[in-house]
């Protein structure tokens, strides 16, 4: 090699060692900004502030780079500080990876959700609707080795027509058939007002879809010492179902289990649309386990294998169905209910290891 290059490239190394200095300094100082806009509630991005540092630069500009490639090289390095800045705010959220880099593991009655665990099985009927239909799905449901009944006593039915739920009695019963068969009871609160009984009676609560951002709802069942699953909003964002979360979690409820229960889209061969990137990306960004409602998202039986392998497949630690001893005569949502044989089906096709170790709650397992 030429002496001179030589010299030259020296020279080249000993400038981008100085360069990185200086750029690792401005990024420093822009955190600190970062954190004083934060402080205030000001945004990181200032359209206005950019442009007046570009022009600055275009005024110095001596060559031999065109103002251009001036002007490009440092709107890399804005976007770069930019995303420093975010980053670091993502940090301040109790639901955030960045703030706790571990999967948090819920427990349900002893009952893991999360983690390494294998995926959970929460089953049950849509509504809780006698003491019959009760004891029928619990005393079937456990024979399979499910540990957590689902059951709602309090409905949020559009047509309020329509049968709301049993209410306080709807949660006696589900305590009282729970305990029969060794279950653990899981049911849905409405109303900041029902959270102290809800609590008193199951073990785990549910803010159903249409609550997701009920934020009364939200700061009271944060106080309720119950682990608790949070379905998604119909049309709620990503970004809204976390946020969501984040009140529970800033109340002092650590116990929380997101679940995608599907999406309002254009199409209509389904009830709603199952995002499985939602499920994906809420275990990236957050710590929390994810629960897939194959039940509600799809609407249709004839869904629930495939749903239920898609969500797993994207990293779900569960899923919820609904079952039901008779469900063309259920008082809710009875199109979407399956019965006990259509059941067995579901968990032979989902390779469910129930009869073979009723002890434990996987949906693939051993032989998977
Ligand atoms: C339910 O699980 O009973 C229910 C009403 O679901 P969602 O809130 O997801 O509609
Ligand atoms: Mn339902």
């Given at each position: 090699?030429?002496?001179?290059?030589?010299?030259?490239?020296?020279?080249?190394?000993?400038?981008?060692?100085?360069?990185?200095?200086?750029?690792?300094?401005?990024?420093?100082?822009?955190?600190?900004?970062?954190?004083?806009?934060?402080?205030?509630?000001?945004?990181?991005?200032?359209?206005?502030?950019?442009q007046?540092?570009?022009?600055?630069?275009?005024?110095?500009?001596?060559?031999?780079?065109?103002?251009?490639?001036?002007?490009?090289?440092?709107?890399?390095?804005?976007?770069?500080s930019?995303?420093?800045?975010?980053?670091?705010?993502?940090?301040?959220?109790?639901?955030?990876?960045?703030?706790?880099?571990?999967?948090?593991?819920?427990?349900?009655?002893?009952?893991?959700?999360?983690?390494?665990?294998?995926?959970?099985?929460?089953?049950?009927?849509?509504?809780?609707?006698?003491?019959?239909?009760?004891?029928?799905?619990?005393?079937?449901?456990?024979?399979?080795?499910?540990?957590?009944?689902?059951?709602?006593?309090?409905?949020?039915?559009?047509?309020?027509?329509?049968?709301?739920?049993?209410?306080?009695a709807?949660?006696?019963?589900?305590?009282?058939?729970?305990?029969?068969?060794?279950?653990?009871?899981?049911?849905?609160?409405?109303?900041a007002?029902?959270?102290?009984?809800?609590?008193?009676h199951?073990?785990?609560?549910?803010?159903?879809?249409?609550?997701?951002?009920?934020?009364?709802?939200?700061?009271?069942?944060?106080?309720?010492?119950?682990?608790?699953?949070?379905?998604?909003?119909?049309?709620?964002?990503?970004?809204?179902?976390?946020?969501?979360?984040?009140?529970?979690?800033?109340?002092?409820?650590?116990?929380?289990?997101?679940?995608?229960?599907?999406?309002?889209?254009?199409?209509?061969?389904?009830?709603?649309?199952?995002?499985?990137?939602?499920v994906?990306?809420?275990?990236?960004?957050?710590?929390?386990?994810?629960?897939?409602?194959?039940?509600?998202?799809?609407?249709r039986?004839?869904?629930?294998?495939?749903?239920?392998?898609?969500g797993?497949?994207?990293?779900?630690?569960?899923?919820?169905?609904?079952?039901?001893?008779?469900?063309?005569?259920?008082?809710?949502?009875?199109?979407?209910?399956?019965?006990?044989?259509?059941?067995?089906?579901?968990?032979?096709?989902?390779?469910?290891?129930?009869?073979?170790?009723?002890?434990?709650?996987?949906?693939?397992?051993?032989?998977?």
């Open positions: 090699m030429d002496q001179r290059i030589t010299r030259l490239r020296d020279r080249i190394d000993e400038i981008n060692l100085d360069l990185l200095a200086r750029l690792s300094e401005r990024a420093e100082v822009a955190e600190a900004i970062g954190r004083l806009q934060t402080e205030l509630g000001l945004s990181h991005y200032d359209p206005m502030r950019e007046a540092m570009l022009e600055v630069l275009v005024a110095a500009n001596r060559g031999p780079f065109t103002d251009a490639v001036v002007k490009s090289l440092f709107k890399q390095v804005f976007q770069a930019m995303q420093l800045e975010q980053e670091q705010d993502k940090s301040r959220y109790l639901t955030s990876r960045h703030s706790h880099v571990a999967d948090t593991v819920v427990y349900v009655d002893g009952v893991p959700i999360g983690g390494d665990h294998p995926p959970v099985l929460i089953a049950g009927p849509c509504a809780i609707e006698s003491r019959e239909q009760l004891d029928a799905v619990a005393a079937f449901v456990a024979s399979r080795g499910v540990r957590l009944l689902r059951g709602g006593a309090f409905k949020p039915r559009t047509d309020p027509y329509s049968f709301q739920g049993l209410g306080l709807g949660l006696q019963l589900g305590r009282s058939v729970c305990d029969a068969h060794g279950l653990a009871f899981v049911t849905e609160v409405m109303d007002a029902d959270v102290g009984a809800c609590a008193e199951a073990d785990m609560l549910q803010v159903g879809a249409r609550n997701m951002q009920n934020f009364t709802l939200l700061r009271a069942v944060s106080r309720a010492g119950r682990p608790v699953i949070l379905k998604r909003g119909l049309s709620a964002t990503i970004e809204e179902w976390v946020m969501a979360a984040e009140y529970l979690l800033a109340g002092g409820n650590t116990q929380v289990v997101l679940c995608e229960r599907g999406i309002r889209t254009f199409e209509r061969f389904t009830r709603n649309t199952l995002d499985v990137s939602a994906a990306l809420a275990k990236l960004e957050t710590h929390l386990p994810v629960l897939v409602d194959v039940t509600h998202s799809g609407g039986p004839d869904l629930l294998v495939p749903l239920t392998k898609a797993l497949a994207v990293g779900a630690d569960g899923v919820m169905i609904e079952v039901h001893p008779n469900p063309a005569v259920a008082l809710s949502d009875n199109k979407q209910q399956i019965d006990f044989e259509t059941f067995d089906r579901y968990l032979e096709a989902t390779m469910y290891h129930g009869r073979l170790s009723p002890g434990r709650t996987e949906l693939y397992g051993a032989e998977g």
